[in-house]
C-alpha cells in the first residue's frame, strides 16, 4: 500500500462509530439477521450458518453456481456443444 | 464433501500451496467470508503468480479429493499459462463434475486490479482492496460487498476504503467524522460532490456503477467472442473425462496457440472498451450528460494487461 493511504489507527470512540455505520449499512444491505452473522459470529459460527443456507438452497434446486464468474462460459460451452452436434448429426449420412 | 470440509479443503491446499513457495491467496468469495461477509460461494477463486504456474500445475496434478484427480473444468477453461493469464485470461479446474464438484478458479491477474495484488497478501487471504477492485462486476450482488470491504479498509486504517463505497447514506455517515484525503477527492469525483454535500452524490455513485457493470458486460462479450473457436477445438480434441492434468494440459496449451487470442482485450483496445462503457453507463442510461464529469478515470483498472 502506498504509505500516503495508510492512517492512523481510529481510536476506541472512532472504532466504535466505524461499527455503527458497519453495522447500519449491513442492515440496509442484507437485512437485521446477516448484519448478526457476520458482525456478532465468529468465522466458524458463519461458516456453520452459511452451510445452512447452501444446504436449504439446495434442498429447493436452486443453483448457487449459476451466478458464478464463470456462468457466462457454462452458457457459452452449452451453447458451442449443441452447434457441434447439430453439425455433428447433419454430416451423417 | 459437507460444507466444512470444503472449507477445510481450500485452506489446506493453499497454505500448501504457500508453502510450497507459491505466490497465491485466496479472493472474492471465500475472501468475503473472511472479512466478515457472508456469502454463499462454493467455488475458492485463487490469484496466483504467473511465474508459479508450473509449481501450480504439479500440485493440483497430485492433489485428489475422494479419489477424484483434478482436471480442467469442461472444454472451456483456457490453459494455465502466463502468456494467456497476462491477456486476463483465468482457469479453471474442478474435482468430480456437477453440484457436487470441488472447484478452483485460478487468476493470473487481478482483473480490475489498479496496481500489483502480490504485495497485498496477507495470510491466505488477499486484501479487501483487491478484492473490492475485483467485485466491480455487471452482477448486483456484488455491489453490497464492494461498500462493506471500503468500510472495513476504513477501520483497519487504510483509506483506500474511501474508493469502494458506493452507498451514499454510508459516504455521508463517514464524512461526518472522518476526513478523506485530498488525492482520493480527485480520484474519485462522487466522494468530491460527496465532501461538498452536492446533492447531485446519488446520480454521481450510480453513474460510477453503471461504468463498472458496462465495463464488464463489454469485457465478457469480447471474452465470449475470442474463447469460442478455442472452445470448439478443444471439444474436437476429445479429450476423455478425468484425463490426468500432465495430459490434458500440453493439448489445451496446442489449441490455444492456435485458437485462443492472447489478450482480446488489448485487441479491442482499452480506450475504445472505457469509451464504449462511458457511453452506455450515460447515454444508454437516460443519465443526464453531465454524469460524464462524474466518473473516475479507470485506465489504471486495465494496466494489468501492459
Known sequence: MNPSMKMPPPTPAQLRRLQQIERAFHVRA??????????????????DYLSWMRTTAEHHGIDLR???VH?????????VEMEELVKETSSQP | MT??????????????????????????????????????TKDC?????????????????????????????????PPLDERWHRGGWTSHFNWGRGPG??????????????????????????????????????????????TLLGTRLVKMGDQRGWLHIFSEDTLAELLRDFSCPAELLARRPALRLAV???????????????????LDALR?????RALRPYLVAVRRARMPDGMPLAESHPIRLQCAEVHLAVSPLRDYGIERLIEAARHEAIHKSGLIAEATLWLPDVRENFAYLN
Not at chain 2, 485463487?46 to 509449481?55: E, G, I, K, M, V
Not at chain 2, 465478457?220 to 465470449?224: A, D, N
Request: hydrophobic letters at 45%; proline letters at 3%.
Open chain 2, 220 to 224: 465478457i462479450s469480447i471474452y465470449e
Open chain 1, 66 to 68: 449459476a451466478q458464478g
Open chain 2, 101 to 146: 464438484a470441488v472447484t478452483l478458479d485460478v487468476f493470473g491477474r487481478a482483473l480490475r486490479g489498479s496496481g500489483p495484488w502480490e504485495g497485498e497478501v496477507s495470510g491466505l487471504y488477499i486484501s479487501p482492496h483487491i478484492v473490492a477492485q475485483m467485485k466491480r462486476t455487471n452482477r448486483d450482488k456484488d455491489w453490497p460487498f464492494i
Open chain 1, 71 to 79: 456462468a457466462w462460459m457454462d452458457r457459452l460451452e452449452a451453447e
Open chain 1, 30 to 47: 442484507f437485512g437485521e439477521e446477516l448484519a448478526r452473522v457476520n458482525l456478532e459470529l465468529t468465522e466458524a459460527e458463519r461458516w
Open chain 2, 45 to 77: 477463486d485463487l490469484l496466483c503468480h504467473p511465474q508459479n504456474f508450473s509449481l501450480l500445475l504439479d500440485e493440483l496434478a497430485a492433489q485428489q479429493v475422494g479419489g477424484l484427480p483434478c482436471a480442467y473444468r469442461g472444454n472451456l477453461s
Open chain 2, 196 to 214: 461538498e454535500r452536492d446533492q447531485r452524490v446519488r446520480a454521481a455513485l450510480l453513474a460510477e456503477r453503471l461504468l463498472w457493470e458496462r
Open chain 2, 3 to 40: 460444507d466444512k470440509e470444503l472449507h477445510g479443503f481450500y485452506l489446506e491446499l493453499v497454505a500448501r500451496l504457500q508453502a510450497r513457495g507459491i505466490l497465491c491467496a485466496i479472493t472474492s468469495g471465500l475472501a468475503c467470508v473472511h472479512f466478515q461477509l457472508a456469502e454463499t
